[in-house]
């Protein structure tokens, strides 16, 4: 069993900056790649960003340039770094481990407005 918890939600005004995290805790040592995604109200979830075991990053079209995702394997955790944000940034937005089978954390808040 993997347990996926993330933090570092928030309000933030268009043109701001977050940071969220993801601790993943359990049977670590089979977590393969690990991933962002989001929903909006009325949307799909979609995928923000996936980082491999090794770092190898992906991003959606619409956040590169500006999100970055970074792991650290010692502590279990990656992390979203989200620089100028923008109101349609607004989601819930979710972390993806994946092991035997995929684990979802419970999502943390994003708002983006003024």
């Known amino acids: 069993q993997v347990q996926v918890v993330e933090s570092g939600g928030g309000l933030v005004q268009p043109g701001g900056a977050l940071r969220l995290s993801c601790a993943a805790s359990g049977s670590i040592f089979s977590i393969g790649d690990m991933g962002w995604y989001r929903q909006a109200p009325g949307n799909q979830r979609e995928l923000v960003a996936r980082?491999?075991?090794?770092?190898?990053?992906n991003y959606a079209d619409s956040v590169k340039g500006r999100f970055t995702s970074s792991r650290d394997n010692a502590k279990n955790t990656v992390y979203l770094q989200m620089n100028s944000l923008k109101p349609e940034d607004t989601a819930v937005y979710y972390c993806?481990?994946?092991?035997?089978?995929?684990?979802w954390g419970q999502g943390t808040q994003v708002t983006v407005s003024s």
């Open positions: 980082i491999t075991r090794g770092g190898s990053t």
């Open positions: 993806k481990a994946v092991a035997t089978r995929a684990y």
